[in-house]
């Protein structure tokens, strides 16, 4: 008898899309084989430290994710025991971070890995982007022309440590994905500038 391949769309949606929560990582990749294919993405609902109830984590979500080729993005609140992580599939010739390829490297070695995320894989190693993986927020570091700039500028300098991690990191990822010499200096010295003045890529509301 022949598998079906029908589509589950859980009734309930935030923002557009559907929203739906996993107690265990075999029913999340039992969704994801059923419905990586032609749905536009998915809230996965995932339970706070300490809410006493049963469902999966962040990074069970986001692991078995890139098996299947889908990658996470927004992070929502929902109430006092709940928040979501938007999950959606990896788009054409989206960049691929080190964790993520650390992952898909992992899920390989361990037999994790499905067709659809590998092919990704596959598409990243032809085109250079997995080569050209770029640094998460945790371990990117200050690019050696930026340090110096900001040493040279001490409004600049001072202000950058104050700034959010998300600031920081938008402000070093651009620095560090300048392909050209003269794109970097561009970067470099507008960022000194705003920093100088006390801005920030996105400010804080």
């Known amino acids: 008898m022949a598998r079906s391949t029908k589509r589950e769309e ?14 265990t990582v075999r029913q999340w990749r039992a969704w994801l084989r059923r419905n990586h294919d032609g749905c536009e ?5 995932l339970a706070k430290k300490g809410a006493g ?33 938007r999950f ?3 788009r054409k010739r989206s960049k691929w971070s080190q964790i993520n390829r650390d992952i898909a490297e992992r899920l390989i ?10 092919a990704q894989v596959e598409a990243a190693r032809r085109d250079g982007r997995w080569e050209a993986a770029y640094a ?12 110096r700039a900001l040493k040279a500028n001490a409004a600049a300098r001072k202000f950058f440590v104050t700034v959010s991690r998300a ?12 392909k050209r010499p003269e794109t970097r200096a561009r970067r470099i ?7 100088a003045r006390g801005e920030v890529p996105y400010p804080d509301r």
Do not use: C
């Open 53 to 85: 109830v049963r469902s999966i984590g962040y990074e069970e979500a986001r692991d078995h994710a890139i098996a299947y080729g889908w990658i996470d993005g927004l992070k929502n609140a929902l109430d006092e025991r709940y928040y979501a992580i």
């Open 136 to 147: 998460g927020a945790a371990t990117i570091e200050v690019h050696p022309e930026l340090e």
């Open 189 to 195: 010295e507008k960022f000194v500038g705003m920093l």
């Open 10 to 23: 859980p009734a309930e949606l935030h923002k557009g899309l559907p929203i739906a929560g996993f107690e």
């Open 41 to 45: 993405g998915l809230w996965v609902r």
């Open 109 to 118: 070695a361990s037999g994790e890995m499905e067709a659809p995320g590998l």
């Open 88 to 90: 959606t599939p990896r």
């Open 167 to 178: 600031n920081r990191y938008a402000i070093l990822l651009q620095v560090h994905e300048a």
